[in-house]
């Protein structure tokens, strides 16, 4: 990992989890960040949700900490709001920081209380343990059903010097495409101000969170934030910052990629490729309609390759398109031609399909140049096992 320079971060068990685990974290800057956020679309809004909404305005996109626990939503609550609050006003005295500037993310079980002291209580030590080297820390402290941790980094040469961004993500259910779906938190050491950091956050979240779908279910605490710290003292001019945002996308992208392969009872990634359509929101259209098929990720879970699902759900996805012109590829083996089934050796793709990363490319044929791809997994009985019994 080529971190940014300029952060600090740290991680503790603060008895939110029922396991004795890290579910308390802190990522600080050295200097309050510039920051963008995107967060759930749901009607249902946990209470850290609607506070750093409110402390991002309140504080004009400057950020202290972001200050995240694991174990509990702090959703559907009856204290959720005072709780969300008084976490925030215990970080910001302990880090000398204004209480607006503090960015509150929670994830875990919905509806069940959460006693504040042990967050608050806990905050002192937490806020002791602060380092630069404490970046996957924080990065294991925030999964909940995950299997594994998920980063990423990437860095960026521009005129006056080099830039680095890094994220870190969590996520294996609860996953759907609709802004965030997930917890996911991007640093960089450029100086790039917050009306600028928005635009970028939003492009790249259309290419990357976005695009991705593990189970059709939207969370109620989605949140993604991105601070630039300027630690670097490269302050990239309007074309450099199209430079940026690409390389941003690029980790945000490998952080969705992360978590459909880290799908509840997952096997597989399924990359689905849409490719000919006339604008690219009918192609992310199509594509989401596959991505998100029951039928379609259970098949590719028995590699079956079944072909008929994926017309069939592109088919009702909503745009309009001759299925006379399509030709679907599994594995990159032609098995549909013309909206007709083509010739292949089935026992041969069968073993392409039991591989680790599966990819369906979906070509409507005609003067459409616009494209999409969406990030997902097959769907197994372990998926069922994992949320039948989440609560206990």
Not at 47 to 67: D, F, M, N, Q, T
Not at 144 to 157: F, I, L, N, P, Q
Request: charged share 25%; hydrophobic share 45%; proline share 4%.
């Amino acid at each position: 990992m080529n971190l940014p320079i300029g952060f600090r971060y740290a991680a503790v068990y603060a008895g939110i989890r029922k396991q004795e685990r890290d579910d308390l974290a802190l990522i600080v800057p050295d200097q309050p960040a510039a920051a963008a956020a995107v967060f759930t679309t749901n009607v249902v809004q946990a209470a850290p949700v609607r506070l750093a909404r409110k402390h991002l305005r309140a504080s004009k996109g400057r950020a202290a900490a972001i200050l995240i626990n694991a174990g509990n939503a702090n959703c559907a609550t009856r204290t959720g709001d005072a709780v969300a609050l008084a976490s925030c006003k215990a970080a910001a005295k302990a880090l000398n920081a204004k209480p607006q500037q503090i960015v509150p993310a929670s994830t875990g079980v919905i509806g069940v209380e959460l006693e504040p002291k042990l967050i608050t209580a806990a905050i002192p030590h937490l806020a002791s343990k602060l380092a630069p080297e404490h970046f996957e820390d924080v990065a294991r402290a925030i999964l909940t059903t995950d299997t594994r941790m998920k980063v990423a980094s990437e860095e960026v040469k521009l005129r006056n010097g080099t830039v680095r961004i890094a994220g870190m993500t969590k996520g294996a259910g609860m996953i759907h495409p609709n802004m965030a779906t997930t917890l996911g938190f991007v640093m960089t050491d450029a100086a790039i101000e917050a009306k600028h950091l928005q635009p970028m956050l939003a492009h790249a979240t259309e290419r990357s969170y976005n695009s991705l779908t593990v189970d059709g279910d939207m969370s109620t605490n989605d949140t993604v934030v991105l601070l630039a710290g300027g630690a670097s003292g490269v302050a990239p001019d309007a074309k450099e910052r199209k430079v940026v945002e690409e390389v941003l996308t690029w980790v945000m992208e490998s952080l969705a990629e992360q978590i459909a392969a880290d799908g509840e009872g997952a096997r597989k990634l399924i990359v689905v490729r849409t490719v000919g359509f006339k604008t690219t929101d009918d192609a992310r259209q199509v594509a989401r309609a596959v991505a998100n098929s029951p039928l379609v990720k259970t098949a590719i879970a028995g590699s079956d390759p079944n072909w008929g699902r994926i017309l069939c759900a592109a088919g009702y996805s909503g745009i309009a398109f001759d299925p006379r012109k399509v030709d679907i590829y599994l594995q990159r083996t032609l098995v549909c031609k013309d909206g007709l089934a083509a010739d292949f050796d089935e026992a041969a793709l069968k073993q392409k399909l039991d591989e680790a990363e599966v990819r369906i490319r979906i070509e409507l044929k005609g003067s459409g140049k616009s494209e999409a791809r969406f990030f997902t997994c097959d769907l197994t009985e372990g998926y069922i096992q994992i949320n039948g019994s989440y609560r206990t």
